[in-house]
C-alpha cells in the first residue's frame, strides 16, 4: 500500500511541473529602423541632373513626388505606364540602390 501511495505523489509532482508558466524571454530582439529621414520638396526644385536622367531612363515617366534628405539624395516617385515606382538618385543624376541610401 505504501508503494501505491508512494507512486501516486511521484506521478502527481511529476505532472504538477507542466503546470508552471515557462517565462524564458528571448535572447535576441528584431530591431526594425525605418528610413523616414526624408523630407518632401516641391518637384521644380529638383536640380536639372536628376529631372534629366529622369526623362533620359524613363521617358515615359511622370514625378509624382520628390524628397531629398541630408546626404544631398533623392527619392522619387514615379508613374511610369499606369505603374507607381520608387526610384533614388543622388544630386548628380546617378541611380542609387534603395540599400546604398543613407
Known amino acids: 500500500m505504501k508503494k501505491i501511495i508512494l507512486s501516486i505523489a511521484i506521478l502527481a509532482s511529476g505532472v504538477s511541473t507542466y503546470a508552471i508558466a515557462n517565462n524564458v524571454t528571448p535572447a535576441t530582439s528584431i530591431n526594425i529602423v525605418m528610413n523616414d529621414e526624408f523630407t518632401e520638396i516641391a518637384v521644380e526644385k529638383l536640380p536639372e541632373a536628376v529631372t534629366n536622367a529622369v526623362k533620359k531612363d ?45
Do not use: P
Open 58 to 102: 524613363f521617358a515615359t515617366a511622370t514625378i509624382d513626388k520628390a524628397y531629398v534628405n541630408s546626404s544631398g539624395q533623392y527619392k522619387l516617385e514615379l508613374t511610369v505606364d499606369d505603374a507607381s515606382n520608387t526610384v533614388y538618385a543622388d544630386k548628380d543624376g546617378n541611380w542609387l540602390e534603395e540599400s546604398a541610401v543613407k
